[in-house]
């Protein structure tokens, strides 16, 4: 049971190119979240999402988009990279409210 | 969105020491989670609180979700090396969104 997987673990980009950050759960939750953390600013809400073909904007979801296409996965995309968004992701997912699980996290660094 | 405090914002104490932390919230809540986060990897649950008052234990670490409902306490007894990392707390009103403290960093000194 792998839980929350995340990939890739890290990736270097130039300003002006484009990613996808791909997560993976298999516990069958419903609900799976993108986060960002920055250095003394805590886990930042990007988007989100409820169930299969949904997605909604969380705190912070400017310059992102995200699909959920397979109730397993949510893909995290970057159009066109700025150093702004030199951070560490981090998927997770959840059953309900009860707390998520997160994947181990994806460092992005934009040069 | 949500303003979630923590405090203190770091804290070095020697092995076998308690320690205090807690969280403070603008809005009320339905629901107070408190995370540890590991160098390198992901936070990982330890304890939810769901009602008003509610105290709860896992092992060394003790939990309570404040009478006013802004704010949640994390206690942990007789510290090891290993409680080393950041620990956040998570709350949430209604809905599935929760909203992070900016964390508190445990160092224990052997």
């Known amino acids: 049971n792998a839980g929350v997987t995340q990939t890739p673990k890290f990736r270097v980009l130039k300003t002006g190119q484009s990613m996808t950050l791909l997560c993976a759960q298999d516990?069958?939750?419903?609900?799976m979240y993108w986060y960002r953390q920055d250095p003394g600013m805590g886990l930042r809400l990007i988007h989100y999402?409820?169930?299969?073909?949904?997605?909604a904007k969380g705190e912070v979801p400017d310059g992102y988009n995200v699909s959920r296409l397979k109730k397993q996965n949510f893909l995290l995309g970057l159009e066109s990279a700025a150093p702004s968004q030199t951070s560490v992701y981090f998927c997770?997912?959840?059953?309900?409210?009860?707390?998520?699980?997160f994947g181990s996290g994806t460092r992005l660094t934009v040069v | 969105g949500q303003q979630l405090n923590q405090s203190p914002q770091s804290m070095f104490i020697q092995e076998g020491e308690d320690v205090s932390m807690n969280c403070t919230s603008s809005?009320?809540?339905?629901?107070w989670l408190w995370y540890k986060q590991d160098p390198g990897e992901g936070p990982v649950l330890l304890i939810a609180?769901?009602?008003?008052?509610e105290l709860t234990s896992n092992g060394r670490l003790t939990a309570q979700f404040g009478i006013t409902r802004k704010d949640s306490f994390l206690n942990i007894s007789a510290s090891i090396p290993s409680d080393v990392g950041i620990y956040f707390c998570?709350?949430?009103?209604?809905?599935?969104?929760?909203?992070f403290g900016t964390g508190t960093s445990l160092t224990v000194i052997p």
């Open positions: 516990m069958n939750h419903e609900y």
């Open positions: 999402s409820v169930g299969e073909g949904t997605t």
């Open positions: 809005s009320i809540f339905n629901t």
């Open positions: 998570a709350g949430a009103n209604t809905g599935n969104q929760f909203y």
């Open positions: 609180l769901y009602k008003a008052g």
């Open positions: 997770a997912s959840s059953y309900n409210r009860h707390g998520y699980t």
